[in-house]
T-cell receptor, first 118, second 111 residues
Framework: GAVVSQHPSWVICKSGTSVKIECRSLDFQATTMFWYRQFPKQSLMLMATSNEGSKATYEQGVEKDKFLINHASLTLSTLTVTSAHPEDSSFYIC??????????????FGPGTRLTVT | TQLLEQSPQFLSIQEGENLTVYCNSSSVFSSLQWYRQEPGEGPVLLVTVVTGGEVKKLKRLTFQFGDARKDSSLHITAAQPGDTGLYLCAGAGTGGFKTIFGAGTRLFVKA
C-alpha cells in the first residue's frame, strides 16, 4: 500500500514553455501532498504544501505564480512550471500522507520527475 | 526554526564494514523517519521511530531514537554494495505539521 506515482518521469522542454507534472496517490486518499525540489547530490527542498480543495501553501522564496499547484481531488495534485527557464531544471518529487493509517507524520514519495529546460 | 543536522555528509567504505549515521537537533520531534534514496528515484521510507529511547531493527540496519527525542542514529552492520545511496532523516515537530529533512548522508559501499 501507500504508493505514489508521478508523471512524467522525465521531460525536456524549451525555455519559455510550461510543463505540468502529475502526482497521484494510487491506493489511498491524500488530503495533503507535498512538492519538493532536489538539486544534484543535495537533500530535498520543500516548495509547497498542496491541500485538496484549497490553495497551496508555498515556502518562502518559492514563486507561487511560477509554480502553480492544483489539488483538485483526493488522489491528484499537479505542479505546473510556467515559463520555464534553464535554472528551473531540477528533480521534482512529490509526496503524500495517508491519514487513514493514523501515522500522519510518514510521507510516501513519488519516483520523481526530472525536468530539463533547454 | 527547527533544524536537523545529519553527519557525516559523505561516507565511502569497504564491503563488510560497519557504519553509523547521526541525526541531531536542538528541538524535540514527535517522530523521526529514515529514508533511503537511490539516484533518479524518490526516497523510500525505511523506518519511523516515535518513542524516546526506541530501537528498531531492519535486517542489518538498526535505528535508535534518543531519549529526549532530539536525535537519532542509523547503524548498518556489514555494509554491502546494495546499501549504497542517500540516507535522509526527517523529523515531525511536536504540534507541527511540516516535516524537516536533514541534509542527507551519501553512502558508497565498495565491493
Amino acid at each position: 500500500g501507500a504508493v505514489v506515482s508521478q508523471h512524467p518521469s522525465w521531460v525536456i522542454c524549451k525555455s519559455g514553455t510550461s510543463v505540468k507534472i502529475e502526482c497521484r496517490s494510487l491506493d489511498f486518499q491524500a488530503t495533503t501532498m507535498f512538492w519538493y525540489r532536489q538539486f544534484p547530490k543535495q537533500s530535498l527542498m520543500l516548495m509547497a504544501t498542496s491541500n485538496e480543495g484549497s490553495k497551496a501553501t508555498y515556502e518562502q522564496g518559492v514563486e507561487k505564480d511560477k509554480f502553480l499547484i492544483n489539488h483538485a481531488s483526493l488522489t491528484l495534485s499537479t505542479l505546473t512550471v510556467t515559463s520555464a527557464h534553464p535554472e528551473d531544471s531540477s528533480f521534482y518529487i512529490c509526496s503524500a500522507r495517508d491519514h487513514s493509517t493514523g501515522r500522519t507524520y510518514e510521507q510516501y514519495f513519488g519516483p520523481g520527475t526530472r525536468l530539463t529546460v533547454t | 526554526t527547527q533544524l536537523l543536522e545529519q553527519s557525516p555528509q559523505f561516507l565511502s567504505i569497504q564491503e563488510g564494514e560497519n557504519l553509523t549515521v547521526y541525526c541531531n537537533s536542538s528541538s524535540v520531534f514527535s517522530s523521526l523517519q529514515w529514508y533511503r534514496q537511490e539516484p533518479g528515484e524518490g526516497p523510500v521510507l525505511l523506518v519511523t521511530v516515535v518513542t524516546g529511547g526506541e530501537v528498531k531493527k531492519l535486517k542489518r540496519l538498526t535505528f535508535q531514537f534518543g531519549d529526549a527525542r532530539k536525535d537519532s542514529s542509523l547503524h548498518i552492520t556489514a555494509a554491502q554494495p546494495g546499501d549504497t545511496g542517500l540516507y535522509l532523516c526527517a523529523g515531525a515537530g511536536t504540534g507541527g505539521f511540516k516535516t524537516i529533512f536533514g541534509a542527507g548522508t551519501r553512502l558508497f559501499v565498495k565491493a
